[in-house]
């Protein structure tokens, strides 16, 4: 028996029942010290022990038993590299009902796979979209009690959670996840946990860290035969060149993928492959054509919120005022809530009263946005929010203000 797993596993047990030490110890007929050293790992815990606290738990909480089989640990284990392959396949739906029957079964989480039971909890909560993160701590807190390819999944789930709150230190966990990948043999593993290194370089607006990648990341896709990744890779190689200002490359890529995905993947895909696109052209201010590839994605469904800057901006430097002021007002009736939207309204507003004329109100928006955009780098606004101000500056002669504004301008186009 696990002495690690039995030690952990009574301190979970106590903690989640509210029980004293006193009352197991008594309950055992040793003392509380005694006790202690079990639950702190520092004494060895015999079968009958061990036994002998779970038929407390029993006697003490109705409905609660622990199911014994040896066997549950290997079929959690089993389930757990079935996930990261479903994940590497983007297949996660598929899997979400053995999960659920996995789930459902009572003898699966009180058992000897009790923490592997839940890791799958939390993947199941990533692959239905719900908030997986709450759980992360408690399994980050028992990483020792997981076997080498638990653990890189850990680090990846945390990894991705980091992620989406734009905290940078995603890397160090994907590292983690990367060094011990290495040695488990899952085809696809480390090209995915490379792919998601690469969204992450890229969000951190650092493409030169993001760039060698891609062929390895590619090659062991291509070997796991994980096509639809492929893609998502080469979309995702397109914003990489498109961050080094080799449009003219990325641009190559956004036709390619416009021609073949529809062999594999959804319009959806389609969609994101405009949004891309359409943003290249704005930066190369292309504006008509970046208007029409945005308004191809809208007819895909695809409203994701960055295209709204390339629609309202492209609009403001073709000279069709109302029409950009419109793109900001179908915006904002949104009523969109989660953190980068409400970034994007920010600049939106900050346009919207650029183009109305409102100065002081323009000045005031603008000088709470600036301090924001060091946070928000992949937005790559920057430069419009400094040409905005720089022409407002230019226009009230107002050279204290526009000195300090000129040399972020500079600053930025430096880096």
Not at 34 to 39: A, D, G, P, R, V
Not at 85 to 104: G, I
Not at 131 to 153: G, Y
Not at 172 to 196: M, N, R, T
Request: charged share 25%; net charge negative.
């Amino acid at each position: 028996m696990n002495n690690l797993f039995c030690s952990s596993y009574m301190k979970y047990l106590r903690d989640e029942f509210y029980i004293g030490q006193s009352e197991i110890a008594d309950s055992l007929y040793i003392s509380i010290s005694t006790y202690s050293k079990m639950e702190q790992g520092n004494k060895t815990i015999r079968n009958e022990d061990f036994e002998a606290v779970i038929r407390f738990y029993e006697h003490k909480k109705e409905g609660y038993s622990f199911c014994f089989e040896e066997e549950k640990k290997k079929q959690a284990n089993a389930l757990i590299r079935k996930c990261i392959t479903a994940f590497e396949y983007r297949s996660q739906k598929d899997l979400v009902p053995e999960l659920e029957t996995y789930l459902n079964d009572p003898s699966s989480l009180h058992s000897y796979a009790f923490f592997e039971t839940k890791l799958i909890e939390t993947t199941y909560e990533y692959f239905t979209d719900q908030e997986f993160q709450k759980r992360l701590p408690f399994l980050i807190q028992h990483m020792d009690l997981f076997d080498q390819t638990a653990r890189s999944f850990i680090y990846d789930l945390q990894g991705l959670s980091k992620l989406r709150a734009y905290d940078e230190s995603a890397i160090d966990c994907f590292q983690s996840a990367k060094a011990l990948s290495v040695l488990i043999h899952i085809p696809g593993w480390l090209g995915l946990i490379d792919y998601h290194l690469i969204i992450t370089y890229l969000r951190a607006m650092l493409p030169h860290k993001a760039f060698p990648l891609f062929e390895e990341s590619g090659r062991d896709f291509q070997n796991a035969g994980a096509h639809r990744r492929i893609l998502n890779l080469r979309f995702n190689q397109a914003q990489c060149l498109m961050k080094m200002k080799l449009y003219e490359e990325a641009d190559q890529i956004h036709l390619n993928l416009l021609q073949t995905y529809d062999q594999v993947d959804t319009k959806r895909f389609a969609a994101m492959i405009y949004v891309n696109f359409s943003w290249s052209q704005f930066i190369q201010k292309h504006y008509q054509e970046a208007i029409n590839l945005s308004r191809k994605a809208v007819e895909l469904d695809y409203d994701f919120c960055d295209l709204y800057i390339t629609l309202a901006y492209s609009f403001y430097k073709l000279g069709e005022i109302p029409s950009a002021l419109a793109a900001i007002e179908q915006y904002k009736i949104q009523e969109r809530t989660d953190d980068r939207s409400k970034m994007v309204l920010l600049f939106l507003e900050v346009l919207e009263s650029f183009l109305l004329k409102k100065y002081e109100t323009f000045e005031h928006q603008a000088q709470q946005l600036v301090p924001k955009l060091a946070q928000w780098k992949d937005l790559e606004i920057d430069p419009f929010v400094y040409e905005m101000l720089i022409a407002h500056y230019k226009k009230t002669d107002n050279e204290h203000a526009l000195c300090p504004v000129l040399e972020k301008y500079i600053e930025y186009l430096k880096n």
